[in-house]
């Protein structure tokens, strides 16, 4: 595990610290270096681990150096993004889309208590 920023670099041996006992909900971001939209999504990434600091972990999993968690979660294409509560899936979104769209994902899933 390497934590840069507020945007911890995960791997398969910290997955369950990391992700699945972690005591607050997770955004979970499947990506890999050469992919464009993963790219554009990184920066949107660091500025809501900042948001949200305290609230929710941001963790980034390389699928090229992680096939073994790519494949647990059927991640096909990239960057998948998946938000974890309890050890559990609750919300999944697959490609690039606005931060508005990433903070109202994270809103309504700490405002209902999800």
């Not at 398969?12 to 955004?27: G, I, R, Y």
């Not at 699928?63 to 050890?87: C, H, Q, W």
Request: charged fraction near 25%; charge should be negative; aromatic fraction near 10%.
């Amino acid at each position: 595990m390497i934590k840069d920023n507020l945007v911890i670099d995960g791997d398969s041996a910290d997955w369950e610290t990391e992700v699945l006992t972690s005591q607050v909900p997770v955004f979970v971001d499947f990506w890999a270096p050469w992919c464009g939209p993963c790219r554009w999504v990184a920066p949107i990434v660091e500025q809501l681990a900042k948001e949200f600091d305290g609230r929710v972990k941001f963790v980034k999993i390389n699928v090229d150096d992680n096939p073994e968690l790519a494949s647990r979660y059927s991640v096909m294409a990239i960057p998948t993004l998946i938000i974890f509560k309890e050890g559990k899936i609750d919300t999944q979104f697959i490609g690039a889309a606005s931060k508005e769209h990433y903070v109202k994902m994270l809103d309504n899933l700490l405002r209902d208590g999800r």
